[in-house]
């Protein structure tokens, strides 16, 4: 089946060291999300590619980075992660300028910061 | 701008019973609305959509939503509420018109009570 794929499902890492979470997708779609979630909240968008093209959103700390190195990958990159970083992260994809707007999301992965 | 009023952070319902989620929305484009539901420590699953097509929209699980354009809404309802339905409900909006990022709802917490 096609779907959105992200490892590991829980991540535990320790404050201040890198960790870099993935996701990959078999939909073929050209615009890829990453989303922080926390506890009992919406999800809020970090930034998202389409097709190759990178849109931060304004309010997305200096410490996230992604990396998309072809269409099927997209990597988070969280520098120096601190306690406030603790949360549930969602990659979804979506098939943008055909109509269909709707995102297809990934199970999450948890991170724990210690 | 999009925006998105969930109007119910929690709704209680016994099992067997209605259920019904309101959503308010905010769009200066006509806009895609969805309803997504996510279990606990699970990524977001669409329940359904509507994209300017037919005015009622049913999803999977017994779900449906009804567009109403002068009332601004796209409230969610099911005839009879399953204790598996309990979980934490999304109504998003999306501008219909291409790379236009998801808004959010805040959120309502289902409870199904035996």
């Known amino acids: 089946d096609a779907m959105v794929i992200q490892n590991p499902r829980y991540q535990v890492t320790q404050f201040g060291k890198p960790v870099t979470l993935s996701c990959s997708q078999t939909l073929n779609h050209n615009v890829m999300y990453w989303y922080q979630q926390k506890s009992s909240q919406a999800p809020k968008l970090l930034f998202h590619y389409y097709d190759k093209d990178f849109n931060n959103e304004a309010d997305t700390p200096d410490n996230f980075q992604s990396r998309r190195p072809n269409t099927s990958f997209c990597f988070l990159d969280i520098r120096s992660p601190g306690l406030g970083d603790a949360a549930m992260y969602l990659c979804?994809?979506?098939?943008?300028?055909?109509?269909?707007?709707?995102?297809?999301f990934g199970p999450g992965t948890r991170l724990t910061v210690t | 701008a999009q925006s998105v009023t969930q109007l119910d952070s929690h709704v209680s319902v016994s099992e067997g019973t209605p259920v019904l989620l309101r959503c308010n929305y905010s769009?200066?484009?006509?806009?895609?609305l969805f309803w997504y539901v996510q279990h606990p420590n699970k990524g977001l699953q669409l329940l359904l959509k509507?994209?300017?097509?037919?005015?009622l929209v049913k999803g999977i699980n017994g779900f449906e939503a009804e567009f109403k354009k002068s009332e601004t809404s796209f409230h969610l309802t099911k005839p009879s509420a399953h204790m598996s339905d309990a979980a934490e409900y999304f109504c998003?909006?999306?501008?219909?018109?291409?790379?236009?990022?998801?808004?959010f709802g805040k959120g309502t917490r289902l409870s199904v009570i035996a």
């Open positions: 769009s200066s484009y006509s806009p895609s």
């Open positions: 998003v909006v999306s501008a219909y018109s291409g790379n236009t990022p998801l808004v």
């Open positions: 509507y994209t300017s097509a037919a005015t």
């Open positions: 979804a994809t979506s098939r943008e300028g055909q109509g269909d707007y709707e995102q297809y």
